[in-house]
């Protein structure tokens, strides 16, 4: 989090301080870091180096044009779940030929775009989904390049909400049956196997169901080019997880390190597909106090961000710290910090022990660079957040602050 500091008691992002940009943009107010962002991006160039690979930056993590375009001039690809995904990878500057598609329900429109844009990989999840893309591929008069997610039944320990990997999960095809859905691919005209995939969950801290994944399709990945399957690319899915508050996850060597034992002499190119640990750390969520409202069971404070503009608390019971912009001296207590939407799920930080804020204080929520701004929405018609990028001490708005008429747009009285 190096890219987040106090400079003379002022919480800065690299060299500015986050009050300036309040200032300037008002609040909530998503900021990011530049150099945060490259320095995670080159941790795990480096970690990998020697080693045929493609990072493939996880566009939901956060989507932001001028995000996507710092990863593309970097040299990423792109891994995208939707059309409008693969749309924002195009605008931001990306190449489809180096960006990979997975995604349970992926339309026979979204996977002719992709096809006809020229994509690197179909990551594909179900044999109905397969017969549909060699469709695709066949209408096209092309070969759809696939590998198919496989379900590895690894028990990813992490939150359940974020745990893809197990049989009872909805990603991927079970591991049992990959070898028969490659071999009936192989007849298939619209079709082109080129890979092996899969992923089996988020904020992952242990490196040993990581390895117990990654052994199992290895192992499948030797086989399968033993029967004649002429694949290149092995990938190994996203995952790392980062420091919230006290979790220690491996860092970009260690990562490296378990993979690339773990999927030694498969000869195979690999993908790899993070977000969270490429943007958690490098962006944070700028709030104002709005109220303080002590009550006899609790104490509370209201500030002008909520579950709309950051969902991981309500979604996931996500942790989050919450730093003062300024500094302030004083005792602790213990404090609810909530937001203004109508649920009594909209609480972003829960039993704090911080000096009782005042009305107009700016604080931030601490690692909200990744499923951010991504998941915010206009519940309760709450126009959605600006965004910042800050580049050493220079800052630029990244989106501009959502306006009240933008909520109705499309809509007729
Ligand atoms: C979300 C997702 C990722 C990225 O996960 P992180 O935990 O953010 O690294 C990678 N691959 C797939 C298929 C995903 O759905």
Redesign the pocket.
């Known amino acids: 989090m190096s890219a987040f500091g106090y400079k003379k008691g002022v919480l800065h992002a690299e060299g500015v301080p986050l009050s300036a940009i309040a200032d300037a943009v008002g609040t909530p107010t998503y900021v990011y870091a530049t150099a945060a962002l490259t320095e995670r991006f080159r941790a795990v160039t480096e970690a990998f180096q020697g080693q045929k690979h493609l990072i493939c930056y ?1 566009v ?2 956060n989507s932001n044009l001028a995000i996507l375009r710092l990863f593309a001039g970097l040299g990423s690809g792109f ?1 995208i ?1 939707s059309g409008g995904e693969l749309a924002r990878v195009k605008q931001a500057g990306g190449e489809p030929g180096k960006t990979v598609f ?1 995604g349970v329900g992926k339309t026979p429109d979204e996977m002719a775009q992709a096809l006809a844009q020229g994509l690197l990989l179909f ?1 594909v999840e179900s044999a109905e989904e397969l017969e549909a893309l060699d469709a695709v591929g066949r209408k096209l008069g092309k070969r759809a390049p696939f590998a198919l997610r496989v379900n590895p039944d690894v028990d990813a320990r992490t939150h359940r909400y974020i745990s ?1 990997g197990l049989k009872t999960s909805k990603f991927g095809v079970p591991f049992e049956e990959a070898v028969a859905l490659y071999a009936k691919a192989k007849k298939l005209k619209g079709l082109k196997a080129l890979g092996l995939d899969c ?1 089996i969950g ?2 992952l801290t242990r490196t040993a169901p990581m390895k117990a994944a990654l052994t199992k399709v290895a192992d499948l990945y030797s086989t399968l080019r033993t029967q004649g399957h002429a694949l290149e690319y092995l990938d190994v ?4 997880g980062i420091t919230y508050s006290d979790e220690t996850p491996p860092s970009a060597q260690e990562y490296a390190r378990t993979v690339l034992l773990a999927t030694e002499g498969t000869g195979a190119t690999l993908l790899l ?5 490429l943007v958690g750390n490098a962006g944070v969520l700028l709030t104002r106090v709005l109220y303080r409202k002590p009550t006899e069971a609790r104490t509370f404070v209201v500030v002008d961000a909520g579950m709309n503009d950051l969902l991981r608390p309500a979604l996931y019971e996500a942790h989050h710290e919450f730093q003062p912009v300024v500094k302030r001296r004083g005792r602790d207590v213990e404090v609810d910090v909530v937001g203004p939407v109508c649920e009594s799920t909209d609480v972003l930080a829960r039993a704090r022990p911080l000096v009782l804020p005042r009305q107009d204080d700016l604080y931030a929520f601490m690692s909200a660079g ?1 499923y951010g701004m991504s998941m915010a929405s206009t519940y309760n018609s709450r126009p959605r957040p600006a965004e910042v990028l800050v580049d050493g001490a220079a800052w630029r708005v990244v989106r501009e602050r959502e306006r009240v008429e933008d909520l109705w747009r499309g809509e007729r009285a």
């Open positions: 996880s939901k993590a891994d779940v997975a990551n893809t992923h988020s904020q899915g996203g995952g790392l597909e993070p977000g969270r640990s990744a």
